[in-house]
């Protein structure tokens, strides 16, 4: 059901991201570079809005698994509705702080040209109603995770992802501005609020307006309270690097710094979505007290994921020249692949501590985790900073790298034998020495050929397939079990008849 659920999950983001990408080039043409960067700011400064956020959608998530295993429906109910009142109170709050102080946030951090700043100014502030209503609809998209129906949560992240990321597109393309593209975005975050409202009727969940007792919002308050340190640090992760180069180098630089670190994360993410699914899967065993099915789920899924992360990565570092120069043109390369492949390096470190993470939080430690993302979101914010101001976007990919490897070893060092059940030998010795070595064998085959085609649209086409295709077959026979290709075989066959109709 892990595998399953996980392809689900994964389904829900690949081909948005996929649109994202594409859609790329066509933002920078209808906005040019300074309004691709404003728009990015725009989201970072947004997301920064989210460190009012008490993470409760975490919490919320380990305790409906837990009261949905055990059918407690009171106590599922009162955990739901505890947590739909604080954020449509966290939006309502964050919307009107980031509306009010929109011309000084623009001021302050924004280095924009005089005639960009109304239309920045205009998209900052419909931003805010996009925070408001963000918050509800993340929240809502729990109920069905933590019920492990990933089927229905990832139909609805596949369509309005897709749909989002085309009609910013279409808007930009036709001269909509900055104002315009986030504008569009708010329209489709409203209908994707209206469409989980109705799916969460449809899934028939019982789910009475009802007052929460002091003993349900208390345990979850406490717990997201300390699972908040590790969204606050995510924040700093995902924004601050952004934020830094756009304030210390203006948002020109900011786009060639985005653009291909946007590559990596992207990708990167959808291996993401495979691990996630443990989240649920590992509060539910724990409530059961499944202690070794626990160890085995924890093993099996850091051996495949690992061999997946670095699969991943490496096809980015391999065919990253050729794609950017194809993707967003000749220009981007020359400051833009060395960038990718500090970020891609720095983002392999960092996936490793994916999954113990989530089974750390999901076996209720999240102070550990909390407080190691802490440090590592300070951490990083101060080495961007230096590495930014030293030697442009350049600096700050290699501090992200540096700060990711000092902070991985340290994590995975502490958790593994504590918190997570297994050692640190051990997962090295069954899980990431074997990953590791089969992926980096399969590409260091693909070398040469990188060397050896030239960069054009066909040697990307080729050096892709070839690369994917290596990678797959040492995936399948050397990193997957029988019964997890047989899992595989049958998931897909289930799709090609869907995609038939």
């Not at 229905?152 to 315009?180: D, H, K, P, Q, Y």
């Not at 794609?323 to 392999?348: H, Q």
Request: charged share 10%; aromatic share 10%; net charge positive.
């Amino acid at each position: 059901m892990l595998l399953r659920n996980s392809l689900w999950h994964l389904s829900g983001s690949a081909l948005p991201a996929l649109v994202a990408l594409a859609t790329v080039p066509l933002m920078i043409r209808g906005l040019g570079l300074e309004g691709f960067g404003v728009v990015t700011l725009i989201t970072s400064v947004v997301g920064y809005f989210g460190v009012l956020d008490a993470n409760l959608s975490a919490g919320s998530i380990k305790f409906l698994a837990e009261h949905h295993a055990r059918q407690d429906h009171r106590r599922f109910a009162e955990t739901f509705w505890f947590g739909a009142g604080f954020y449509s109170l966290l939006g309502l709050i964050g919307g009107l702080l980031l509306l009010a102080f929109a011309e000084s946030v623009l001021d302050h951090l924004f280095k924009v040209s005089p005639t960009l700043r109304a239309d920045a100014l205009l998209g900052l502030q419909i931003a805010a109603l996009g925070f408001a209503l963000l918050q509800i609809q993340n929240y809502l998209l729990v109920v069905p995770q933590a019920l492990q129906r990933f089927d229905r949560s990832a139909s609805g992240e596949a369509f309005f992802g897709v749909l989002v990321n085309l009609v910013s597109a279409v808007v930009a393309i036709r001269g909509g501005g900055v104002s315009g593209v986030l504008g569009a975005r708010v329209l489709v975050s409203m209908l994707n609020l209206l469409w989980l409202v109705w799916l969460m009727r449809q899934l028939a969940i019982p789910l009475q307006p009802c007052l929460p007792r002091a003993e349900v919002w208390r345990a979850l308050a406490n717990f997201s309270a300390h699972s908040w340190l590790s969204r606050s640090a995510s924040m700093l992760h995902q924004y601050a690097d952004k934020l830094i180069v756009g304030a210390l180098a203006g948002p020109v630089a900011l786009a060639l710094y985005t653009v291909p670190s946007q590559l990596a994360t992207r990708i990167l993410g959808l291996t993401y979505r495979l691990a996630a699914v443990i989240y649920p899967r590992v509060s539910a065993l724990a409530a059961t007290g499944e202690q070794h099915q626990l160890r085995v789920l924890y093993l099996d899924a850091t051996r495949i994921l690992t061999f997946l992360n670095c699969a991943v990565l490496g096809m980015i570092a391999i065919t990253g020249e050729h794609f950017l120069a194809e993707w967003v043109g000749p220009e981007f390369v020359t400051l833009g692949y060395p960038v990718l492949l500090l970020v891609t390096l720095g983002l392999l470190a960092d996936s490793l501590t994916t999954l113990p993470s989530l089974v750390n939080d999901g076996l209720g430690h999240p102070k550990i985790s909390g407080r190691f993302a802490i440090a590592r979101g300070l951490l990083g914010v101060a080495m961007v900073w230096i590495g930014t101001s030293m030697n442009g976007i350049i600096g700050a990919a290699g501090a992200h790298l540096l700060c990711s490897v000092l902070m991985t070893i340290l994590f995975l060092s502490y958790v593994h034998g504590r918190t997570v059940p297994a050692s640190l030998s051990e997962t090295l010795r069954l899980c990431w020495a074997p990953s590791v070595y089969v992926c980096g064998t399969a590409l260091l085959l693909m070398l040469p050929l990188r060397f050896s085609l030239p960069v054009s649209f066909a040697g990307l086409m080729w050096l892709s397939g070839i690369s994917g295709f290596t990678l797959l077959l040492a995936g399948w026979f050397f990193i997957a079990r029988v019964e997890e290709r047989a899992v595989l075989l049958s998931f897909t066959r289930r799709l090609i008849p869907r995609a038939s109709r």
